[in-house]
């Protein structure tokens, strides 16, 4: 077991992060370059992938590019025999990608429904599927779902999105207990409000940016780079007794009664 900061670093790490072309993946992609792995950034935009990646490697880190939709299960099967060809290993997988279809469940068809729970639920079955079977002959391995505050708090008009990532906080809890024999941890990140660029319009909106960010204790919105921190210590060995947990990274929105 290695002691003080070394325990934070993810050299010699394969890792990918889904959905790091931009915002908080790739934030979280920078981060764990910056700690020494080598990071596939996945999207589906090959010429936003190749951006990400000449950042990374331009700040000194290690990436490279591998673009797949992560609700095409054959997609990711041909996207993870490439990394075993390319790389012989993978370490850590940060399932990131979610998108979101607010709307009344009037206003919501089944085929809504179905294709935000293939992305944001069944994508986090199916990337963990394949990520376990390079993990488990290395008896190590760390799986980090990004889930939400809006997993265990609900709102009006978001009924598919709260059911999803409520969905992916248990199946982080099933994997984890599935897994764990295995050396392999699993974990989730629950981001609050950050000021990421699909967020823009909101936080420029006066009726939802300045009240989101009263309903934060630090009354404000999450910087995206504030959430890499969480995501490299749930990767390293600093966190190698840490399973089946829930990450709550909100600035305090979800600790609180009233603004
Ligand atoms: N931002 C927040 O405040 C916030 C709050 C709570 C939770 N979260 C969660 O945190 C995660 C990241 O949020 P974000 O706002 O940073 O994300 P984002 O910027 O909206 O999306 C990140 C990337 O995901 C990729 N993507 C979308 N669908 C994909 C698919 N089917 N296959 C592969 N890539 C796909 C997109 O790239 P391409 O267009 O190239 O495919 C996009 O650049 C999400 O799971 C989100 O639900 C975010």
Redesign the pocket.
Known sequence: MTAGLAQFSLADKVILV?????????EIARAMAAAGGHVIV????AG??DAAVARIVADGGQASAA??????PAAVAVAFAEIGRRHGQLDVLVS?????DRKPVSDLSIEDVRRLID??LV?GFTLAREAVQMMTPRRWGRIIN?????GPLARGGDAA?TAA?GGLDALTRALAVEFGPHGITVNAI??????????TAMIADPDIGPPYAQRTALKRW?R?EE?AGAAVFLASEAASFITGHVLTVDGGTSIMFFP
């Open positions: 889904t959905g790091a072309g931009r915002g908080l993946g790739f996945n999207g589906r935009d936003r992938l673009a797949f939709d992560v609700s095409n990131n990608v979610g998108v979101r992305t944001d994508a990004m889930t939400s505050i809006a999105y990532k629950a981001p609050g409000f950050f000021a990421t660029e699909t967020n999450g995206p959430i």
